[in-house]
């Protein structure tokens, strides 16, 4: 998986998608899908030379563990990770099996719990939810570097 070169100050460009995915099947592997996230950044950092500041890697590991932490808490089977760089992010996929889309509540400081798609969709670029033929799919894109200027890369407001 080459890397075009940089010129000019412009980012470098991907030749090909750099991806990884893995299924999931038990409570105890979230710990697993957290360290299979980190490694995938690592990996971009080391091999491809790209920049993840350490806001996106702690980012992208908390949308994992609470992706896949709800996958495995409300629907049978195994589910589906999968990480994949695009355009300057990191887009993590999650597939269950259930077709149920989940119920995001409106932010409630009062209350105890589910504030996990809450959290997950404050500090994403984009949050995606889609019924597939069988399960369903959700994605969402988190920026790899904040802006060199210092402000934090996020949402697109």
Known sequence: MG???QSEGRPLLMERPVSASAAFEGSAEIAAARGMA???LQSLQAVHGLPVSKRAMGIVQLVVSELVTNARKYAPGPCLLTLEVSEGTVEVTVWDSSTTLPTILAPDPGRVGQHGLEIVMA???SFEMHREPVGKRIRTAVVLADDPGGDAAG???
Do not use: I, K, N, T
Request: aromatic share 8%; proline share 0%; charged share 25%.
């Open 155 to 157: 949402q697109v407001v």
């Open 123 to 125: 500090v994403c670029r």
């Open 3 to 5: 890397l075009a070169g």
């Open 38 to 40: 980190r490694d995938f």
